[in-house]
């Protein structure tokens, strides 16, 4: 699939003990790839990278991407060909709990590592992940394209705003004046699979309330979300990888939307489909957001139309309905240049 692009490299994987960066590893791992993870401790007791063992079939290096030093030390001491930047705080209700500290990881987690990647001498390619919900919501029904306005109107969305502003003007100023590295950032959201148990997300709220057989509470019934699977964002990273670090990888080196056909569930719709794949019937009621005024966008998508230029061929998307750890992948999907 990757045309045995990863075999024998040395990748330097940010966030690996979390969701998205645990299934990564696993991955590379299977790739041939060898691989450092730099993250802080599992946050979960069932944490899909202590169920696997990753600490023992990786180089483990715990770190927190607010501390430069020690980022820039551990992938100097790696000497990494690929840095897959995932680490982040990845919750939009925990944005309102500590928006500070959000910022502080998100947008400065950033900065450091583009530092590191800048005095790393080893770095060829760079794949930096942010979020979909990086997109200023002027609450349309198209599809947000990379073109449109960064920017967000709550602490999560604004900080991943700014931290796809950190890599532009890093790669802009910095990396893009040496022929050393090539990089791109990526954006994607609505990731669904096994191993996720972060707090605040639909589907794993659900598991545990249908463990306990509890009522589910499910905040915003009536908004949609475009739903992918975590091996479909994954898929796209790896290959836009590969392109970069091929003979034209400057044609990659520009920010990239990883989304599902057009196609979104409503939270409503989603609860139950998960409840019927459980073999369990739900019970669930709609409640207000506490502690702060959220801002709860209703629809949710980006544009993701394919184009000469993409970076890998697109199977089709997993339906929520099918959506499962042994499911297929997806890649790359280039959104269009016209306006909607």
Not at 190 to 209: E, F, Q, S, T
Not at 242 to 253: P, V
Request: hydrophobic share 35%.
């Amino acid at each position: 699939m990757f045309g045995n692009f990863y075999q024998g490299k040395n990748v330097f994987v940010t966030g690996h003990t979390g969701f998205k960066g645990s299934w990564l590893s696993a991955w590379l791992l299977k790739l041939g790839a060898k691989v450092t993870g730099y993250a802080l401790p599992p946050l979960y007791d069932e944490s899909h990278f202590e169920l696997l063992g990753l600490a023992s079939k990786i180089r483990h290096v715990e770190g927190d991407v607010r501390d430069r030093q020690r980022l820039t030390a551990a992938m100097a001491e790696a000497k990494p060909d690929i840095v897959f930047h995932l680490a982040a705080q990845a919750l939009v209700r925990e944005a309102y709990r500590d928006p500070a500290a959000t910022f502080d990881t998100n947008v400065m987690g950033g900065v450091n590592l583009c530092e590191a990647v800048g005095k790393t001498e080893s770095v060829r390619t760079l794949v930096y992940i942010t979020s979909d919900k990086c997109y200023r919501n002027v609450d349309w029904e198209w599809g947000y394209r990379e073109t449109d306005t960064l920017g967000g109107r709550d602490p999560y969305s604004a900080s991943k705003g700014c931290a796809e502003l950190v890599f532009a003007a890093y790669w802009t100023s910095f990396l893009s004046k040496s022929d050393r590295v090539k990089a791109a950032s990526t954006r994607a959201g609505n990731v669904i699979g096994g191993g996720d148990w972060a707090k605040d997300r639909l589907i794993p709220d659900c598991i545990r309330a249908l463990r306990k057989k509890e009522t589910i509470e499910i905040h915003h019934p009536d908004s949609t979300r475009p739903w992918q699977h975590v091996l479909e964002p994954l898929g796209g990273y790896l290959h836009l990888g590969r392109h970069l670090g091929g003979a034209k990888g400057a044609d990659f080196c520009q920010s990239w939307n990883f989304g599902p056909n057009n196609s979104a569930t409503r939270m409503s719709a989603t609860l139950s489909r998960t409840s019927f794949g459980c073999g369990a019937a739900a019970r669930w009621w709609s409640s207000a957001i506490p502690t702060r005024p959220m801002r709860i966008t209703g629809c949710s998508s980006i544009a993701t139309a394919p184009t000469s230029t993409s970076p890998g061929a697109r199977p089709g998307t997993i339906p929520i309905r099918s959506a499962r750890p042994s499911a297929g992948i997806g890649a790359i999907r280039k959104a269009p240049t016209s306006p909607p």
